[in-house]
């Protein structure tokens, strides 16, 4: 059986290949009765039954819990993953502001920092 979440997260990250600048080192591949993101092996990104989760600085889940997001809970009784945030659906709809928070995600699996971005 085909797992909807695998081809929603692929036309995802395909509407948001402008903004994020190419989508070719991005796989998404079936997870946990859904899908996940992964950019040079490390997954940043998930869409389960939970919602759109993003995996983000410290501070950066801060600012998105303040506007909504939650933390991220596969199962009932599992522990929270924490350095996950479930968007809320507004900002899962914003597709520019989504792309900002899939760039900040995307460099912090792969350790990178603004600081590094702007040498």
């Not at 990250?13 to 994020?20: N, P, S």
């Not at 919602?51 to 506007?67: C, F, I, M, Q, T």
């Not at 995307?106 to 350790?111: C, I, K, P």
Request: net charge positive.
């Amino acid at each position: 059986m085909a797992n909807p979440h695998v081809s929603d997260l692929q036309s995802l990250v395909g509407r948001l290949a402008v903004r994020i600048g190419g989508t070719e080192a991005i796989a998404c591949k079936r997870f946990f009765g859904g899908a996940a993101a992964y950019v040079d092996g490390r997954i940043f990104m998930t869409l389960t039954p939970v919602g759109l989760a993003l995996k983000l600085l410290e501070h950066e889940r801060k600012l998105l819990l303040a506007k909504g997001a939650r933390p991220l809970r596969y199962f009932p009784k599992a522990p929270i993953k924490k350095e996950y945030v479930i968007l809320p659906d507004s900002l899962a709809a914003d597709e520019g502001a989504l792309a900002a928070q899939v760039e900040a995600s995307m460099s912090f699996v792969l350790g990178r920092t603004k600081a590094d971005e702007a040498t």
